[in-house]
């Protein structure tokens, strides 16, 4: 469906290539003063370099052919030359019929179904989530679900971290406190057994503690180098052992991004790429663009035209390891085999950039993508604490995610107990959801590649831009729905009407920005946008309806243009913060 903003813009620039000017000027833009007019064009300011007018004479001899159209409320030429334009209530309405009626809403689909990989989560096996994995989990699925909305083929791939050093720690460590264990014993040629010799929280509590003794602990850690190294080749007993630790941990993890409303198409691991190293690296050194520097097998990647230096890629170490850029480098052709994506977008800590571009020119150098497949990279900034500084439990350690989220939703818990007598087992539920939204709100109204404050006050607070508030908001579009259907007679549809007061047309008018603004944020991956504009859109409701009497409206077709308005409201708010990842309740 056509975008309303291009409806207009159609209709003034006829009307200025009428007028004898040139059609593009006629562009209207959305009001940088609400107060004066809904749109406006400042096409004539523009044109009156090149036909040598006064902008006020170009902007009347425009306006003049526009009066009288149904489009319009009012079009004004305002010195210097502005042309204000204020829809007239039946258009705005017979818009907001069609987007009604049309799939998605009037968002049309893409010119060309893209497939698109999406590679975020990323979290490390065996190694807790913890709130830096909080992020790209978050903004990934939003950027999933949109893109998806709009109609383009996507993966998700979680991209489980499951080939550094971390697997190392966990055996050595491990074989230090089990060493009769059959993994360790070289002459062992049986059966491994099925059972992990470890929990979840054993597992959780091994890691940490490896890894602080490897820092203090030379020998230790020179052991946990070799057990990697042994993994990576092979070894029967630490391939079995390494089994276990993905069975245990892929569990535990999909139980957690389940509670996060995240969910993946692909659970694919850095060791799943390890296959496809041998080839490339043959390729690229009959290519002639690996070399060996320094022991080192690199590849240059460096551009004229670099701001800051970028050092070459390096594929394999002087000690014959690879790297993480040489797994993500595997990764590529993977999945170039598998899906022959048109896009991958990586949703990862923006301090990994210059990994990336290195891995991207690469590639690209050494062809493992096609010319026209793009590699983006979304990076996102640090959550910091209220203190400014990365968040932290209150005595400083690494803050986990399930910690996190415990606090989250105790504090809405207490919230809704406060106002509210509802059993405490709905309660608890509900504290669930609106904790989700809050979480997932707060990081995401804020644009991914900056920084933010981790505010559990202000992201839980049922007021203000807030998750809580949005929904908030929806619930109370439902009750008030709810109780006109316990008073009425059952309907299909409602009519909607023309707005007969200003806040109503505010609302009619924000509604249509509907397929407006998903487009833009989809194409600029921003799910920002989209809270942003839900922001609008639930004070637009809420003024609405603060000035409406809507339940006890005595004429019965005005009531039930009312209904119709809000239940489309309703439709928007909810399809936006599903492609938000978050969800919301019955009551609250
Ligand atoms: N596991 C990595 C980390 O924790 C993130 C992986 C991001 N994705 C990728 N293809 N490198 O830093």
Known sequence: ?????????????????????????????????????????????AGAKMYHKAPIMIANDVVMRLQGDDMFEEVNAVKPGFINIKLSGSFVTD????????????????????????????????????????RSAIIG????????????????????????????????????????????????????????????????EIYPCASAKSKVDESFAQKAHEATFQLQNGTRGYKALWN????????????????????????????????????????MKEKGLAYMSEGALVVDVKEDGDTKEV??????????????????????????????????????????????????????????????????????????????KPFKTRDGGVMRLETLIAEINQAVYEKIMENRAISEEEARKTAKIIGLAAIKYGDLSNQASKDYVFDVDRFTSFEGNTGPYILYTIVRIKSIVKKYKELNEEKET???????????KELMLELTKFNEILEQSIAE??????????YDLANKFNSFYHETKILSEENRQKQEGYIALILLTQQILETCIDLLGFEAPERM
């Open 1 to 45: 469906m056509r975008k309303l903003i291009n409806l207009i813009t159609d209709k003034v620039s006829k009307a200025f290539e009428d007028a004898g000017y040139d059609a593009s000027y006629g562009k209207v833009n959305n009001s940088n003063r609400p107060d004066l007019c809904e749109y406006q064009c400042n096409g004539a300011m």
């Open 95 to 134: 818009y907001l019929r069609k987007m009604r009626e049309a799939d998605k809403f009037g968002l049309e689909a893409p010119e060309k179904v893209e497939t698109i990989i999406i590679d975020y989560g990323g979290p490390n096996v065996a190694k807790p989530l913890h709130v830096g994995h909080l």
């Open 141 to 204: 699925e939003s950027i999933k679900r949109m893109n998806r909305y709009q109609g383009h083929n996507v993966i998700g791939d979680v991209h489980l971290g499951d080939w550094g050093l971390q697997m190392g720690l966990i055996i050595e460590e491990l074989k230090e406190r089990k060493p009769d264990l059959c993994y360790f014993d070289e002459d062992y040629t049986g059966e491994y057994p099925k059972e992990a010799p470890f929990t979840i929280s054993e597992l959780e």
């Open 244 to 283: 276990h630790i993905m069975n245990v941990s892929v569990t535990d993890l999909k139980k957690n991004y389940s509670n996060l409303n995240v969910e993946f198409d692909l659970w694919k691991t850095e060791s799943d790429a390890q296959p496809y190293i041998p080839d490339m690296i043959q390729m």
């Open 311 to 388: 050092p070459p890629c390096i594929l394999v170490k002087s000690d014959g390891a690879t790297l993480y850029s040489t797994t993500d480098l595997a990764t590529i052709v993977e999945r170039m085999k598998l899906f022959d994506p048109t896009e991958i977008i990586y949703v990862v800590d923006k301090r990994q950039e210059m990994h990336f571009t290195q891995v991207f020119r690469c590639s690209r150098k050494a062809g493992t993508v096609k010319e026209d497949t793009k590699l983006k990279f979304l990076g996102f900034g640090t959550m910091n604490g209220k203190d400014g």
């Open 494 to 504: 409602f009519q909607l009407l023309p707005p007969v007061s200003v806040s109503e």
């Open 525 to 534: 991956l921003a799910p920002h946008k989209i809270c942003a504009y839900i």
